[in-house]
């Protein structure tokens, strides 16, 4: 009996072609193409619907630094939907690498607002161009940690920086200056430069209401001359 229904269960479900996924769906919030996330999730057409394991695509898709979560939903009798949560760089981290030649490359990494850590995308993987170059996002120096790709950053004043850039980007000052680099070699405070050759000294927290200081004093300045 046992043997007589697992028989009837794989002819009539998970070897029925009925049941052949015809079209994976994707929907993402992001700029990664959906042939890449289709390629990276590992379903192939005319797979079984019901046999496929949603845990495994689940599973395969999140490795990706890139992606933050992921939801897999049936769509019978043959549609696979991928709904895809992208992190989204914030920040950068250019760490020498040696060549074998001798010498050294700057190798990019880049840094989401939760502090985990992502390769820049491939061209060829995006569905559109990113709205801000990779070489414009603000450098943040002096991480002592290694960085590996899908790894979280924890420390505290890497947590700092991100969540300044956070506050600079709600800010006024914004709109008056741009943000080249964020020092946080210093336990205690951060150190930002501008593109326009400012250094501005940060502590840790309060970050508005040293935003509107730093805004009030750069106006003055300006009507000063």
């Excluded at 890449?36 to 005319?46: A, D, F, H, K, N």
Aim: charged share 25%; with cysteine.
């Amino acid at each position: 009996l046992w043997c007589l229904g697992e028989f009837t269960l794989n002819q009539l479900v998970y070897e029925n072609k009925s049941f052949a996924i015809q079209q994976v769906e994707v929907q993402t919030d992001g700029v990664i193409s959906p042939d890449q996330l289709r390629r990276w999730s590992g379903v192939r057409p005319g797979q079984n619907l019901l046999a496929l394991k949603l845990e495994d695509v689940k599973r395969d898709l999140e490795l990706q630094a890139m992606i933050e979560s992921v939801s897999v939903e049936r769509i019978l009798p043959g549609t696979l939907r991928l709904r895809i949560t992208e992190r989204e760089p914030v920040a950068q981290v250019l760490v020498p690498m040696q060549r074998a030649g001798g010498g050294f490359d700057l190798k990019t990494f880049q840094i989401d607002e939760n502090g985990y850590v992502m390769l820049p995308l491939d061209p060829r993987q995006r569905a559109a161009p990113p709205a801000q170059a990779d070489d414009q996002l603000p450098q943040i120096f002096g991480i002592q940690n290694e960085l590996q790709p899908g790894r979280k950053l924890d420390s505290p004043q890497v947590q700092a920086a991100l969540k300044w850039i956070g506050a600079f980007e709600s800010s006024e000052m914004a709109n008056l200056v741009e943000l080249k680099r964020i020092d946080v070699v210093s336990p205690e405070v951060l150190i930002v430069t501008t593109g326009q050759g400012s250094e501005v000294t940060f502590g840790l927290n309060n970050f508005d209401q040293q935003l509107l200081r730093w805004q009030k004093i750069h106006e003055e300045c300006a009507r000063s001359n």
